[in-house]
């Protein structure tokens, strides 16, 4: 579903991605994960087509969308959640899951001009869609009402259901969990799951290292922009370069065995 090959972003002489190649299957939840400044939120970047990358080539379903906009990327059926939520406050719940039916919607000016046959009948369908993604997700708040007024938690569902509403075929989720407390992750682990068996696939990028090693078919580590490990939750777990991404090379036993522990993380309930 998606190749990146050699990626490479420089922002003068700093390369915040340095030569990364990793792929997602269909189906498949693949966490990227590495320390803060690692390149992760810059490669999505990438991948979205917010950044235009130095290097290297990015593949969709085949098709090398390398550079290309975002719309002409989203088209390809890539959605995205971000680190800092981006919902819009002053609109209603259901309103901003509708904004992510525009992607597929067939409408024209003239249409919702003059309120045509064929304009309601799409916005009966925007709204029918919308409503099947907050209820996938799970929201317990007024749909009616202004997301800005919905707990923290519920916004985070709010704008996962819309990133659903494009109908994607790769969902990447950036820091999904940041906020959440313990049992909001356990849901947004539920969740990821049941998007993953919907066959849509997913890249995570997450710092909740016990979420990323319960939820990911396969973690990819990243330091420095650069790729030091690809694989198995358990193969990244014990990975020496792993452990000293994490901690440095002048680390005690102690200090290392805590840094497994970190990277291991705790099993989710």
């Excluded at 990364?20 to 320390?35: A, D, T, W, Y």
């Excluded at 390809?76 to 609109?91: D, H, I, P, S, W």
């Excluded at 494009?166 to 407390?181: I, K, S, T």
Aim: one cysteine or more; proline letters at 3%; a negative charge.
């Amino acid at each position: 579903m998606l190749e990146v090959e050699d990626l490479t972003l420089a922002f003068g002489g700093v390369r915040a991605v340095d030569g990364l190649s990793f792929r997602v299957e269909k189906g498949e939840i693949v966490s990227v994960i590495g320390p803060n400044g690692a390149g992760k939120t810059s490669a999505f970047n990438c991948v979205t087509g917010f950044y235009k990358p130095t290097g290297g080539r990015i593949r969709l379903a085949g098709n090398d969308v390398t550079g290309r906009r975002p719309s002409l990327i989203t088209a390809l059926g890539v959605a995205r959640t971000f680190q800092n939520l981006r919902v819009f406050g002053e609109m209603s719940v259901l309103d901003n899951v509708r904004a992510g039916t525009h992607v597929w919607l067939k409408q024209r000016v003239a249409d919702a001009l003059l309120h045509t046959p064929r304009y309601r009948r799409t916005e009966r369908e925007a709204t029918e869609e919308s409503n099947k993604w907050l209820d996938f997700v799970g929201l317990r708040g007024d749909r009616a009402g202004l997301a800005r007024n919905l707990p923290y938690g519920e916004r985070r569902r709010v704008e996962i259901a819309r990133a659903l509403a494009r109908r994607p075929q790769l969902l990447l989720l950036d820091e999904p969990a940041a906020g959440l407390n313990h049992g909001e992750k356990a849901e947004l682990l539920d969740l990821i799951r049941r998007i993953r068996d919907l066959g849509i696939a997913i890249a995570l990028i997450e710092h909740d290292m016990g979420l990323v090693m319960e939820v990911s078919d396969r973690v990819v580590v990243l330091n420095f922009g650069k790729e030091i490990a690809d694989g198995t939750p358990d193969e990244v777990r014990g990975d020496p370069a792993v452990v000293e991404a994490y901690l440095g090379r002048d680390a005690d036993e102690e200090e290392v065995e805590a840094a497994r522990e970190e990277v291991g993380g705790a099993r989710a309930e």
